[in-house]
Each structure stands twice: as C-alpha cells, then as structure tokens.
C-alpha cells in the first residue's frame, strides 16, 4: 500500500502490515485511518532515538475513548515501519518541511 505525505510518497508492506498485528492486535481494526493519518496528520515528531525516523500522529475521540493513533515511518527508505496507539504525543523535537 502506497500513502501520499509531506516526504513523498510512503509505503506499507504486506510484511510489514502482518508485523504490526502480531505485535499490536488491535491495530487491525484501524488501518483504516492510515491514509488520513499520513496524508493529514496533526503533528509530526522526529523520533529521539533516529533522524531517520518520523512518527505521524493523529487523534481519534472514537477510539478507545480518546487516543492518538502513531504511525512510525523510515524517512530515508520511504516505508512505514509500525503503528500503535497511545495516549500522548513524545517529546521528540517537531517535523519542519525540509
């Protein structure tokens, strides 16, 4: 599956995708919301452990009464590489347009 972001075009594997649900069960039911997520995030972190590495975040009152679906994507190799929920934002520094 290929999304449209502000870094180009992204992309989610079959493996990948099958990763995910094994080790996030309910994130099954939310792929939906991906492309909503990455297309239209509302805030964008660079992770604190890599430049490498941006999470996409985007809140959904609907989910689990209230929490921020994450989607974590390689900026180099243009591939999502896991999603989760929670419940805030991390502390990573904000995503400027390069």
Do not use: C
């Not at 994130?27 to 805030?43: N, R």
Request: hydrophobic share 35%; proline share 2%; glycine share 4%.
């Amino acid at each position: 599956m290929k999304f449209k972001t502000v870094i180009g075009n992204v992309n989610l594997t079959k493996a990948t995708k099958l990763h995910i649900i094994q080790r996030h069960p309910i994130m099954e039911d939310y792929f939906g919301h991906l492309k909503e997520i990455l297309e239209s995030p509302q805030e964008i972190r660079y992770s604190s452990r890599s430049d490498e590495v941006l999470l996409f975040y985007r809140y959904f009152d609907k989910i689990e009464r209230g929490k921020y679906v994450a989607v974590v994507v390689n900026k180099l190799k243009k591939s999502v590489l896991t999603t989760y929920l929670t419940h805030r934002i991390k502390l990573g520094r904000k995503y400027e347009k390069e």
